[in-house]
């Protein structure tokens, strides 16, 4: 058993832990006395908030502790401060002995839960060699661990195919074949074989990721959970070649995390987003992928919920580390700029930054409106720096549970998903949107969130207009075709603009606040509302065409103009801003003023101040250059 015992080889984890858990105590006892969560100003550093994530692994009281993917963070934490040893070590054991119980696969790659996989291997990584674990408590755990890996089969992928599954369940059983020579596993594969099998689709995804984006590009879970999958990877990986990829990917996943980054907040399209919770993520309630992006880049305020469970693994030790400018990129939000990004051929991401908020939106060119893409992805994002939570704002359409299996009848929930017959069109601060769907698709209510939390001030109606001041922006809301207010939603704390009309649009203006300022709350929305009235221009005369058209002239005078495109038809100019069609074949995988890289290109340049660095991922090098 490749294991070691020896306090002189844990010294190096000891050390890397000293200074981070001289912080982590006083908060954690902090959080003891007064019950609250720790928090941390935003003038600290990243290794305070490194220290925070700690302390916040250390606090948690798992509610089903023999679930390895809910509990293994904070039996490591533990583990790695030598608190609470005993109970933890219990604790793991029976997490990965329970694991092997529950496994019960349809087939040897579609066992249940590889985040148990991935848990119990990253878990054994980070504390094999601590001198709190006994070497029978470490062959027992090592076993189980084990057993669990065993129970998968690698030859090929078969099942459920989701990015996060296959990096964890791939990376994982990589990890594991390496330590451990006596695999064997569902399929028959030695180590060396599942090492063989598993490096392949690695380095394959690996090459995805970074020529065409990540499949769950934005997510506010899945993206984070398939950040710390690429960790183990870039931490641990004996394969020279898997572990140094894995580090350049990583890179290239937080960077654009990094761009999409606003003060604390991180705002991007999402291929999935579930349930409304999870687009309303912020310093008071951040999912994984905002947790780890606070962790790199910072906010602007304390932050409360961190999604331990999952952002956890980046509080441990580790070697990978994140080239220092994707940090300054992610602070630099001074002057307003736009982003633009790509996930392949088929969806372009538009994020534009104002110094207060940033606003976000997605075009899609998908064949069918069966397509499992409108399942859980969120196509529009305002956010804005706000001391409330929930600063968020996105028009939502009622949508198929599973639009590739409409036969279920079942709506999806409430802010879940994407009708597939709505489009929308951003330039800079304005988004406007079309939707046609046909008299027989079952599901067809639009449903517009205004937050009730206080991230927005005071909210007033003006000439079908619903403007609103929001403390650090001004912004105003046109939704056509009988729209009316239904009952306020408590659960989700949001008043909901409805309308029932198949085809209809909206329109989505945004401004920061200085334009307007002076004279209080009040005589800034007035002022605001009064501009928004007189000096912008619709044209909504066609929205109850078959194929609707929305034309809109913004305060800052751009005319938008979108018509609905069915799906299957080309796309051909049928969206334009002042006269000219929009060339989504022209949309960068990375662009903005500091990151150039073309769509399946090779070559990524991230440039800031005095500092360039450069890959090739032909040759998968990384070089620095001043």
Same mark, same amino acid.
């Given at each position: *058993?490749?294991?070691?015992?020896?306090? $002189?080889?844990?010294?190096?984890? =000891?050390?890397?832990?000293?200074? !981070?858990?001289?912080?982590?105590?006083?908060?954690? /006892?902090?959080?003891?006395?007064?019950?609250?969560?720790?928090?941390?100003?935003?003038?600290? /550093?990243?290794?305070?908030?490194?220290?925070?994530?700690?302390?916040?692994?250390?606090?948690?009281?798992?509610?089903? !502790?023999?679930?390895?993917?809910?509990?293994?963070?904070?039996?490591?934490?533990?583990?790695?401060?030598?608190?609470? &040893?005993?109970?933890?070590?219990?604790?793991?054991?029976?997490?990965?002995?329970?694991?092997?119980?529950?496994?019960?696969?349809?087939?040897?790659?579609?066992?249940?839960?590889?985040?148990?996989?991935?848990?119990?291997?990253?878990?054994?990584?980070?504390?094999?060699?601590?001198?709190?674990?006994?070497?029978?408590?470490?062959?027992?755990?090592?076993?189980?661990?084990? +057993?669990?890996?065993?129970?998968?089969?690698?030859?090929?992928?078969?099942?459920?195919?989701? #990015?996060?599954?296959?990096?964890?369940?791939?990376?994982?059983?990589?990890?594991?074949?390496?330590?451990? !020579?006596?695999?064997?596993?569902?399929?028959?594969?030695?180590?060396?074989?599942?090492?063989? %099998? @598993?490096?392949?689709?690695? #380095?394959?995804?690996?090459?995805?990721?970074?020529?065409?984006?990540?499949? +769950?590009?934005? %997510?506010?879970?899945?993206?984070?959970?398939?950040?710390?999958?690429?960790?183990?990877?870039?931490?641990?990986?004996?394969?020279?070649?898997?572990?140094?990829?894995?580090?350049?990917?990583?890179?290239? *996943?937080?960077?654009?995390?990094?761009?999409?980054?606003?003060?604390?907040?991180?705002?991007?399209?999402?291929?999935? /987003?579930?349930?409304? %919770?999870?687009?309303?993520?912020?310093?008071?309630?951040?999912?994984?992928?905002?947790?780890?992006?606070?962790?790199?880049?910072?906010?602007?305020?304390?932050?409360?919920?961190?999604? $331990?469970?999952? /952002?956890?693994?980046?509080?441990?030790?580790?070697?990978?580390?994140?080239?220092?400018?994707?940090?300054?990129?992610?602070?630099?939000?001074?002057?307003?700029?736009?982003?633009?990004?790509?996930?392949?051929?088929?969806?372009?991401?538009?994020?534009?930054?104002?110094?207060?908020?940033?606003?976000?939106?997605?075009?899609?060119?998908?064949?069918?409106?069966?397509?499992?893409?409108?399942? +859980?992805?969120?196509?529009?994002?305002?956010?804005?720096?706000?001391?409330?939570?929930?600063?968020?704002?996105?028009?939502?359409?009622?949508?198929?549970?599973?639009?590739?299996?409409?036969?279920?009848?079942?709506?999806?929930?409430?802010?879940?998903?994407?009708?597939?017959?709505?489009?929308?069109?951003?330039?800079?601060?304005?988004?406007?949107?079309?939707?046609?769907?046909?008299?027989?698709?079952?599901?067809?209510?639009?449903?517009?969130?205004?937050?009730?939390?206080?991230?927005?001030?005071?909210?007033?109606?003006?000439?079908?207009?619903?403007?609103?001041?929001?403390?650090?922006?001004?912004?105003?809301?046109?939704?056509?075709?009988?729209?009316?207010?239904?009952?306020?939603?408590?659960?989700?704390?949001?008043?909901?603009?409805?309308?029932?009309?198949?085809?209809?649009?909206?329109?989505?203006?945004?401004?920061?606040?200085?334009?307007?300022?002076?004279?209080?709350?009040?005589?800034?929305?007035?002022?605001?509302?009064?501009?928004?009235?007189?000096?912008?221009?619709?044209?909504?005369?066609?929205?109850?065409? +078959?194929?609707?058209?929305?034309?809109?002239?913004? =305060?800052?005078?751009?005319?938008?103009?979108?018509?609905?495109?069915?799906?299957?038809?080309?796309? %051909?100019?049928?969206?334009?801003?002042?006269?000219?069609? &929009?060339?989504?074949?022209?949309? !960068?995988? =990375?662009?903005?003023?500091?990151?150039?890289?073309?769509?399946?290109?090779?070559?990524?340049?991230?440039?800031?101040? @005095?500092?360039?660095?450069?890959?090739?991922?032909?040759?998968?090098?990384?070089?620095?250059?001043?």
């Amino acid at each position: *058993m490749n294991h070691v015992r020896s306090p $002189e080889m844990a010294r190096p984890w =000891l050390a890397m832990m000293a200074v !981070p858990l001289l912080g982590a105590a006083v908060l954690c /006892s902090v959080a003891a006395v007064t019950g609250a969560n720790p928090t941390v100003s935003p003038e600290e /550093s990243p290794a305070s908030r490194t220290a925070d994530l700690v302390a916040r692994c250390l606090a948690i009281e798992p509610t089903r !502790p023999s679930f390895a993917k809910e509990a293994m963070v904070p039996y490591v934490a533990r583990m790695l401060a030598g608190k609470d &040893v005993e109970r933890a070590v219990a604790g793991w054991l029976a997490a990965a002995v329970e694991a092997n119980h529950t496994a019960t696969p349809k087939a040897p790659s579609t066992i249940p839960d590889p985040f148990n996989k991935h848990a119990l291997v990253h878990a054994w990584m980070l504390c094999r060699e601590s001198p709190h674990l006994s070497t029978d408590a470490a062959e027992r755990i090592a076993a189980a661990t084990k +057993e669990y890996v065993n129970r998968y089969g690698h030859r090929e992928w078969r099942g459920y195919g989701a #990015l996060n599954y296959r990096l964890m369940s791939d990376g994982a059983a990589l990890i594991a074949a390496e330590q451990w !020579p006596d695999l064997s596993d569902a399929d028959g594969l030695d180590s060396g074989s599942i090492r063989a %099998a @598993t490096r392949d689709r690695l #380095l394959g995804s690996f090459d995805e990721i970074v020529h065409r984006n990540n499949a +769950e590009y934005g %997510a506010p879970t899945y993206l984070g959970v398939n950040l710390a999958a690429m960790k183990l990877l870039a931490d641990f990986a004996q394969d020279e070649t898997v572990r140094h990829r894995a580090t350049l990917t990583l890179d290239t *996943m937080l960077l654009h995390v990094a761009c999409a980054w606003h003060r604390g907040y991180h705002v991007s399209p999402a291929s999935r /987003s579930k349930f409304f %919770a999870s687009s309303m993520t912020g310093p008071d309630a951040m999912d994984c992928t905002a947790a780890i992006g606070w962790l790199f880049f910072g906010a602007e305020r304390p932050v409360a919920g961190l999604c $331990e469970h999952h /952002s956890g693994w980046f509080a441990f030790p580790g070697s990978y580390e994140p080239p220092p400018i994707l940090a300054r990129i992610a602070a630099d939000r001074d002057k307003p700029f736009t982003h633009r990004a790509s996930r392949t051929r088929t969806l372009r991401l538009t994020i534009h930054h104002e110094p207060a908020y940033a606003l976000a939106s997605e075009w899609e060119l998908l064949k069918t409106p069966r397509d499992a893409h409108y399942k +859980e992805s969120r196509r529009q994002m305002l956010k804005w720096v706000s001391d409330k939570p929930q600063s968020s704002f996105m028009p939502f359409q009622e949508n198929a549970h599973r639009p590739y299996a409409l036969a279920e009848n079942k709506a999806n929930a409430f802010g879940y998903g994407e009708n597939p017959f709505s489009q929308s069109l951003q330039h800079g601060r304005t988004l406007i949107g079309v939707t046609a769907v046909p008299d027989d698709y079952p599901y067809w209510r639009i449903e517009v969130p205004f937050s009730t939390t206080g991230s927005i001030v005071k909210r007033i109606e003006r000439d079908g207009w619903v403007c609103c001041h929001a403390g650090s922006i001004l912004f105003a809301f046109h939704l056509f075709g009988d729209s009316r207010w239904t009952d306020p939603r408590a659960k989700e704390r949001c008043d909901v603009l409805t309308s029932d009309a198949r085809r209809t649009g909206w329109i989505l203006e945004t401004s920061p606040l200085e334009p307007f300022a002076d004279g209080g709350i009040d005589a800034e929305l007035d002022r605001f509302a009064a501009a928004v009235v007189a000096r912008t221009a619709v044209d909504a005369s066609r929205l109850a065409m +078959e194929r609707p058209r929305l034309l809109f002239t913004s =305060l800052s005078g751009h005319v938008l103009d979108i018509t609905y495109r069915p799906h299957g038809e080309p796309y %051909a100019s049928q969206h334009t801003i002042n006269g000219t069609a &929009v060339d989504y074949d022209s949309f !960068p995988l =990375l662009g903005n003023p500091w990151v150039k890289q073309a769509l399946d290109g090779d070559d990524l340049v991230i440039e800031h101040g @005095t500092d360039t660095l450069r890959y090739d991922f032909r040759t998968w090098t990384r070089h620095a250059a001043r």
